[in-house]
């Protein structure tokens, strides 16, 4: 069977219908006026369950009447007094409506908002349902859902020239029969009725497939019924007791009988995909599955649920869920895009891919890339571009079936699309997205057309209520209500046809985390608005999530009902990270992605899922803030640097366990020790429970011992030794290599249970030839910090040397114990021993200081040249493998890095100071920039995340040698015995590339 196109008209798809019973072509006409016909019911029965059974009838009717239509190119009128019928005929069984406050709380409205609009509404809907079908037609495709009139032209398959003739009259005839009652007419009917309402998956695919299953035919005394126009004769006895005893049973409150779901169709409960080589690297160590964020940006359930697409900062991607194929791979930009809903299309830059092949559909344009896309059902692409001063915001609205875009420019720095995009939010915020937190001055959200007669201002409508600016903004699923907070704290959901807010609620907001310098010389402290999470607004508009803030940390969950008017409930966040919420309304659920995954009752707040469940504790975890749900509500999907599939019933489920199928878990992935086996070419790992020697030229593990999960590192500079502890079970073990054979000593380590049992803050481990050196902070007035030496087996305690503060250096970073703050910046964050293993160097913050390794006596000290106020920090250290070279890093006070070099007899000088640049970002404890000497030591390889990427410069000349592709989140560097190769640690180390040096040399 063909495909539908939504280009075709209402006539072609009845046809279509009308001679073979087509599934798609009656589906595609449920989908374009299923809002409006829902829309219709629910303002004459103000209750969702009621208008759904109305909707069922109205398009129930349709398919049994589908060759009795006498003017199918006005369908959409037609259907709009169906449902009129259908609701009133419903209405009168049910007894009288609503009343206007159960009626406010079932639709989510403000009561003021119904008393003011609920003549003109019912008015308009009487007035509009008593026109000709054509006018009504033209009428609610142009007024109500914002078609152009060559738009609804084509939709109904007649000409320009009609359908504006059908128009002009008929809001000529509206105006005159509303201004009969005494009645203005409105300037914008879609402000009347709100945007078109949404109707749910289930809602609309239940109607299809009734209707398909029942095909047109002459009327029987069921359609007949659905529209009042049941002949009497069979209202009569029981025939007619029966009838309307089936009517009330089918449109009561729990509906016609839920239809029995088939088992879960997955293949696999981990979605992943191969990372090719970089360019110029030879080989990779572990997953490569795991190196890319998967869906980082966004995913997307496709294809009723049994496909699902992936969108990265570098590939999007689609899967079969049902056979764990991999669809495609598809490269990208690190850009903004948006999947469709149905997952069908995406959209970046001025392109249009199919979402399920990666093929490139369509390239609208290229001169410029947007700031903000946003799709709107089905085929319309909103995006945004905003002009260099913030001044302007230029919106394209992309019509992919029609091949062609338009745009509008509007004064302001944001916009945001609402209805099928035929009107723009639109407000103004500070350029750099620092919002000063004094600024109180009023502040408004303009509604603007997005296509206005030529001298004629496009703005409808202004909202306000609220101080200052925006922080986040957002609308309901369907894009009918505007929702925002704002800087002066407040939560406010607007109608668009309403200047003033019909709810509005004290919140929460970030506290200031930026200072800003005024020209003046003074300053102002100010939001980072990227800082601020998204509103989450459930599917109905009814119920908003935000969270709770103190300070600049978020803290709780909190969820506000609109039609209540107050908060459902509170409850503690487990984490102050960032989280993202998914709705399922139809089950009453919520999915919090907040490190780890929770279930709670969406009225209520309460934890549905338990606290521990080995079947959500597999992998993934460390999610991402992208989710997604399956269309039936039963599978829902976290990113994470793969794609996690769970089922919703094992993860309310104390008992369930993980599946049976493959599957990895991060922990088993990350890598801790990698390098080269000093004096040959050989690359050594950690990786999960397996110590690893692997030759790179034959591809192939040389041998491999298990491990007890702990730490290793090399035991001396040169040697093919190393030395791990855990030191969460106190075990010790040696690993040494002859060249043939691997072989690991295991022992207890007393020291480990006594250091921890004395430390009042345990900081770093170091092992070595049989002793233990640890650095600890003591708390106090004046907090001290050590190093201290032990016997690992016994847990004696050798000697203590203890740190004293810097008076030059200003802390920033501290811990506190029973309300006591020591500084953390003064603790050892490196410990070496030199070859001759009579020397310890410890590295502080701002210190390096040479002991001798048997009794701790202080040998030699070099500052890192720290000043009041501009502090200047060490971070991180190797040594050369003849022991003669230290090679330190630095960061300065501007975030600047730098190289020294230094002498171990002396610790004097040795080479000058390489500088690195600025770091885009730092963190504490570091290290920051990781580093390697050549065995020769006349190299030194950094890895540090600025402009420079991986480098490799000469340590006597600073210059600059090799010059290496930016290693993702690089967490450690070593060269081959021949300095030839190199090997980093990549993606959160997860995964070590090796790279051949002289394809980077610089000429």
């Given at each position: 069977m063909s495909s539908v196109s939504t280009s075709q008209t209402d006539l072609d798809l009845l046809d279509r219908f009308r001679t073979s019973n087509d599934r798609e072509a009656f589906g595609e006409l449920v989908r374009r006026y299923g809002p409006?016909?829902?829309?219709?019911?629910?303002?004459?029965?103000?209750?969702?369950?009621?208008?759904?059974?109305?909707?069922?009838?109205?398009?129930?009717?349709?398919?049994?009447?589908?060759?009795?239509?006498?003017?199918?190119?006005?369908?959409?009128?037609?259907?709009?007094?169906?449902?009129?019928?259908a609701a009133l005929s419903i209405a009168g069984r049910k007894g009288p409506k609503t009343t206007p406050t159960d009626d406010v709380a079932a639709r989510g409205r403000d009561p003021l908002e119904e008393i003011t609009a609920r003549e003109l509404v019912t008015a308009v809907d009487e007035e509009l349902a008593a026109l000709p079908e054509e006018y009504r037609s033209a009428i609610l495709l142009c007024g109500i859902e914002g078609l152009t009139v060559n738009e609804a032209a084509q939709r109904l398959g007649t000409s320009h020239g009609s359908l504006r003739g059908w128009l002009q009259r008929g809001r000529e005839l509206l105006k005159t029969r509303l201004e009969k009652r005494g009645l203005a007419v409105p300037a914008a009917l879609g402000a009347v009725f709100g945007l078109p309402t949404p109707v749910s998956a289930a809602t609309t695919a239940a109607a299809i497939e009734a209707a398909v299953a029942a095909p047109a035919a002459k009327p029987t005394v069921w359609a007949a019924l659905f529209t009042g126009v049941v002949p009497k004769l069979f209202l009569v006895g029981a025939t007619a007791a029966a009838i309307f005893a089936a009517c009330v049973i089918y449109s009561g409150k729990d509906g016609p009988p839920k239809p029995q779901l088939p088992p879960l169709q997955v293949a696999r409960w981990e979605l992943t995909t191969d990372t090719p080589l970089p360019k110029g690297a030879i080989a990779r160590i572990g997953d490569g599955r795991h190196t890319l964020a998967l869906g980082s940006k966004q995913i997307r359930f496709a294809g009723g649920g049994s496909k699902l697409v992936a969108v990265g900062s570098t590939d999007f991607l689609a899967w079969d869920v049902t056979t764990g194929e991999q669809l495609h791979r598809t490269p990208i930009d690190d850009a903004p895009g948006d999947v469709s809903p149905d997952g069908r299309w995406f959209a970046q830059k001025g392109n249009v891919y199919d979402a399920l092949t990666g093929k490139l559909v369509w390239q609208a344009f290229r001169d410029r890339e947007p700031d903000t896309v946003l799709f709107i059902p089905p085929d319309r692409?909103?995006?945004?571009?905003?002009?260099?001063?913030?001044?302007?915001?230029?919106?394209?609205?992309?019509?992919?079936?029609?091949?062609?875009?338009?745009?509008?420019?509007?004064?302001?720095?944001?916009?945001?699309?609402?209805?099928?995009?035929?009107?723009?939010?639109?407000?103004?915020?500070?350029?750099?997205?620092?919002?000063?937190?004094?600024?109180?001055?009023?502040?408004?959200?303009?509604?603007?057309?997005?296509?206005?007669?030529?001298?004629?201002?496009?703005?409808?409508?202004?909202?306000?209520?609220?101080?200052?600016?925006?922080?986040?903004?957002?609308?309901?699923?369907?894009?009918?209500?505007?929702?925002?907070?704002?800087?002066?704290?407040?939560?406010?959901?607007?109608?668009?046809?309403?200047?003033?807010?019909?709810y509005s609620v004290p919140v929460a907001i970030p506290g200031a985390n930026v200072t800003k310098g005024l020209p003046n010389g003074g300053t102002v402290r100010c939001i980072d608005v990227g800082r601020v999470p998204?509103?989450?607004?459930?599917?109905?508009?009814?119920?908003?999530?935000?969270?709770?803030?103190?300070?600049?940390?978020?803290?709780?969950?909190?969820?506000?009902?609109?039609?209540?008017?107050?908060?459902?409930?509170?409850?503690?966040?487990?984490?102050?990270?960032?989280?993202?919420?998914?709705?399922?309304?139809?089950?009453?659920?919520?999915?919090?992605?907040?490190?780890?995954?929770?279930?709670?009752?969406?009225?209520?707040?309460?934890?549905l899922s338990p606290p521990v469940s080995d079947y959500a504790d597999r992998g993934p975890t460390h999610f991402t803030r992208t989710t997604a749900l399956s269309p039936d509500g039963r599978l829902v999907a976290f990113s994470s640097n793969n794609?996690?599939?769970?089922?919703?019933?094992?993860?309310?489920?104390?008992?369930?366990?993980?599946?049976?199928?493959?599957?990895?878990?991060?922990?088993?992935?990350?890598?801790?020790?990698?390098?080269?086996?000093?004096?040959?070419?050989?690359?050594?790992?950690?990786?999960?429970?397996?110590?690893?020697?692997?030759?790179?030229?034959?591809?192939?593990?040389?041998?491999?011992?298990?491990?007890?999960?702990?730490?290793?590192?090399p035991d001396y500079p040169g040697e093919a030794k190393w030395v791990g502890f855990a030191r969460w079970n106190r075990k010790w073990a040696e690993y040494t290599w002859d060249g043939g054979r691997l072989a690991k000593?295991?022992?207890?380590?007393?020291?480990?249970?006594?250091?921890?049992?004395?430390?009042?803050?345990?900081?770093?481990?170091?092992?070595?030839?049989?002793?233990?050196?640890?650095?600890?902070?003591?708390?106090?007035?004046?907090?001290?910090?050590?190093?201290?030496?032990?016997?690992?087996?016994?847990?004696?305690?050798?000697?203590?040397?203890?740190?004293?503060?810097?008076?030059?250096?200003?802390?920033?970073?501290?811990?506190?114990?029973?309300?006591?703050?020591?500084?953390?910046?003064?603790?050892?964050?490196?410990?070496?021993?030199?070859?001759?293993?009579?020397?310890?160097?410890?590295?502080?913050?701002?210190?390096?200081?040479?002991?001798?390794?048997?009794?701790?006596?202080?040998?030699?000290?070099?500052?890192?040249?720290s000043t009041k106020p501009k502090n200047i920090e060490f971070d991180n250290v190797v040594l050369s493998n003849d022991g003669l070279l230290l090679a330190v890093t630095v960061l300065n006070a501007d975030q600047r890095g730098e190289v020294r070099f230094y002498r171990t007899d002396t610790l004097a000088q040795a080479a000058m100071p390489i500088v690195l640049g600025h770091l885009w970002s730092h963190s504490k404890p570091g290290p920051n920039i990781f580093l390697a000497l050549s065995p020769d030591a006349k190299l030194v390889a950094v890895a540090a995340n600025t402009e420079n990427g991986l480098q490799v410069v000469d340590v006597a000349t600073g210059a600059r040698k090799y010059q290496l592709p930016l290693v993702n989140y690089c967490r450690g560097l070593a060269f081959s015995a021949d300095g030839r190769r190199l090997v980093a640690k990549e993606a959160n180390q997860k995964t070590a590339l090796v790279w051949e040096l002289e394809r980077f040399a610089v000429k």
């Amino acid at each position: 069977m063909s495909s539908v196109s939504t280009s075709q008209t209402d006539l072609d798809l009845l046809d279509r219908f009308r001679t073979s019973n087509d599934r798609e072509a009656f589906g595609e006409l449920v989908r374009r006026y299923g809002p409006i016909v829902f829309g219709v019911c629910r303002r004459v029965l103000g209750n969702d369950h009621a208008s759904d059974d109305a909707f069922q009838q109205t398009f129930m009717n349709l398919a049994r009447s589908a060759h009795g239509i006498r003017k199918p190119e006005a369908l959409v009128g037609w259907l709009h007094a169906t449902a009129r019928r259908a609701a009133l005929s419903i209405a009168g069984r049910k007894g009288p409506k609503t009343t206007p406050t159960d009626d406010v709380a079932a639709r989510g409205r403000d009561p003021l908002e119904e008393i003011t609009a609920r003549e003109l509404v019912t008015a308009v809907d009487e007035e509009l349902a008593a026109l000709p079908e054509e006018y009504r037609s033209a009428i609610l495709l142009c007024g109500i859902e914002g078609l152009t009139v060559n738009e609804a032209a084509q939709r109904l398959g007649t000409s320009h020239g009609s359908l504006r003739g059908w128009l002009q009259r008929g809001r000529e005839l509206l105006k005159t029969r509303l201004e009969k009652r005494g009645l203005a007419v409105p300037a914008a009917l879609g402000a009347v009725f709100g945007l078109p309402t949404p109707v749910s998956a289930a809602t609309t695919a239940a109607a299809i497939e009734a209707a398909v299953a029942a095909p047109a035919a002459k009327p029987t005394v069921w359609a007949a019924l659905f529209t009042g126009v049941v002949p009497k004769l069979f209202l009569v006895g029981a025939t007619a007791a029966a009838i309307f005893a089936a009517c009330v049973i089918y449109s009561g409150k729990d509906g016609p009988p839920k239809p029995q779901l088939p088992p879960l169709q997955v293949a696999r409960w981990e979605l992943t995909t191969d990372t090719p080589l970089p360019k110029g690297a030879i080989a990779r160590i572990g997953d490569g599955r795991h190196t890319l964020a998967l869906g980082s940006k966004q995913i997307r359930f496709a294809g009723g649920g049994s496909k699902l697409v992936a969108v990265g900062s570098t590939d999007f991607l689609a899967w079969d869920v049902t056979t764990g194929e991999q669809l495609h791979r598809t490269p990208i930009d690190d850009a903004p895009g948006d999947v469709s809903p149905d997952g069908r299309w995406f959209a970046q830059k001025g392109n249009v891919y199919d979402a399920l092949t990666g093929k490139l559909v369509w390239q609208a344009f290229r001169d410029r890339e947007p700031d903000t896309v946003l799709f709107i059902p089905p085929d319309r692409v909103v995006m945004t571009f905003r002009s260099g001063s913030g001044s302007e915001v230029m919106v394209r609205r992309l019509d992919i079936e029609a091949r062609a875009f338009t745009e509008a420019t509007f004064a302001g720095s944001a916009a945001l699309p609402l209805g099928n995009g035929g009107l723009m939010a639109v407000w103004g915020a500070p350029a750099d997205g620092n919002v000063p937190v004094d600024d109180m001055r009023v502040g408004e959200i303009r509604v603007h057309s997005f296509h206005t007669p030529e001298g004629k201002s496009s703005r409808l409508i202004g909202l306000t209520g609220f101080r200052g600016v925006p922080l986040t903004v957002t609308t309901e699923p369907d894009n009918s209500r505007i929702y925002a907070v704002t800087s002066d704290g407040r939560l406010s959901r607007w109608q668009a046809s309403m200047s003033d807010p019909i709810y509005s609620v004290p919140v929460a907001i970030p506290g200031a985390n930026v200072t800003k310098g005024l020209p003046n010389g003074g300053t102002v402290r100010c939001i980072d608005v990227g800082r601020v999470p998204p509103l989450a607004v459930s599917p109905d508009g009814d119920k908003v999530v935000w969270r709770g803030w103190q300070g600049t940390n978020p803290t709780d969950y909190l969820c506000y009902s609109i039609s209540r008017r107050q908060i459902l409930w509170d409850v503690k966040a487990p984490t102050s990270t960032p989280a993202s919420f998914l709705f399922d309304e139809k089950a009453g659920r919520l999915f919090v992605n907040n490190q780890g995954i929770e279930v709670r009752n969406l009225n209520t707040g309460e934890l549905l899922s338990p606290p521990v469940s080995d079947y959500a504790d597999r992998g993934p975890t460390h999610f991402t803030r992208t989710t997604a749900l399956s269309p039936d509500g039963r599978l829902v999907a976290f990113s994470s640097n793969n794609i996690g599939l769970y089922e919703v019933a094992k993860l309310l489920d104390p008992k369930a366990t993980p599946t049976d199928a493959p599957e990895t878990h991060w922990r088993n992935d990350s890598l801790g020790q990698v390098g080269f086996v000093p004096g040959s070419n050989k690359l050594v790992w950690t990786a999960g429970p397996k110590f690893t020697v692997y030759d790179v030229e034959a591809k192939k593990t040389l041998a491999a011992v298990d491990t007890i999960g702990e730490t290793v590192v090399p035991d001396y500079p040169g040697e093919a030794k190393w030395v791990g502890f855990a030191r969460w079970n106190r075990k010790w073990a040696e690993y040494t290599w002859d060249g043939g054979r691997l072989a690991k000593t295991e022992r207890a380590a007393q020291a480990l249970q006594r250091a921890d049992r004395e430390s009042e803050l345990a900081g770093i481990v170091y092992p070595h030839d049989g002793r233990l050196f640890t650095g600890d902070i003591e708390a106090g007035e004046k907090p001290r910090a050590f190093a201290t030496c032990w016997d690992a087996a016994t847990g004696g305690k050798k000697w203590v040397y203890v740190i004293p503060p810097d008076p030059d250096f200003t802390p920033t970073g501290w811990s506190t114990t029973n309300g006591v703050t020591a500084y953390g910046e003064y603790q050892p964050i490196r410990f070496l021993a030199l070859p001759d293993n009579k020397r310890l160097f410890v590295l502080t913050n701002t210190r390096g200081i040479l002991l001798d390794i048997d009794t701790g006596r202080e040998l030699k000290v070099v500052s890192s040249g720290s000043t009041k106020p501009k502090n200047i920090e060490f971070d991180n250290v190797v040594l050369s493998n003849d022991g003669l070279l230290l090679a330190v890093t630095v960061l300065n006070a501007d975030q600047r890095g730098e190289v020294r070099f230094y002498r171990t007899d002396t610790l004097a000088q040795a080479a000058m100071p390489i500088v690195l640049g600025h770091l885009w970002s730092h963190s504490k404890p570091g290290p920051n920039i990781f580093l390697a000497l050549s065995p020769d030591a006349k190299l030194v390889a950094v890895a540090a995340n600025t402009e420079n990427g991986l480098q490799v410069v000469d340590v006597a000349t600073g210059a600059r040698k090799y010059q290496l592709p930016l290693v993702n989140y690089c967490r450690g560097l070593a060269f081959s015995a021949d300095g030839r190769r190199l090997v980093a640690k990549e993606a959160n180390q997860k995964t070590a590339l090796v790279w051949e040096l002289e394809r980077f040399a610089v000429k």
